[in-house]
């Protein structure tokens, strides 16, 4: 985890059962646990701590109705991913306009 305590958002998203949940949430507004469990082949601990490590990173949020934990996205977070992305986006859209243009050249 980094100096204030919140996982890193990268690694949060790297397991393929956190970005299902994470697809999960988006789709609806909130969800209980018990829910989000019947949507994988894992029992309700091992789906909490999938939660655990995404509520550590920001991406979700939790509030207590009664004696039910409901879970929704933050998708805040997910900026860094889309600004790291669209960094290296843009890197290989330079470097093929030139492999273009260099292809270009050589057939003249």
Do not use: C
């Amino acid at each position: 985890m980094n100096e204030n305590n919140q996982r890193d958002v990268f690694d949060a998203i790297a397991d393929p059962t956190r970005r299902r949940l994470i697809r999960l949430l988006a789709e609806a507004e909130e969800m209980p646990l018990h829910e989000l469990t019947t949507h994988f082949e894992m029992g309700r601990t091992a789906v909490s701590k999938h939660l655990t490590v995404l509520k550590e990173a920001g991406l979700v949020l939790d509030r207590k109705v009664g004696r039910e934990t409901r879970y929704r996205l933050n998708a805040s977070p997910l900026r860094e991913i889309q600004d790291w992305v669209a960094f290296y986006s843009k890197f290989w859209s330079t470097n093929m306009l030139r492999l273009s243009q260099l292809l270009e050249e050589e057939e003249e």
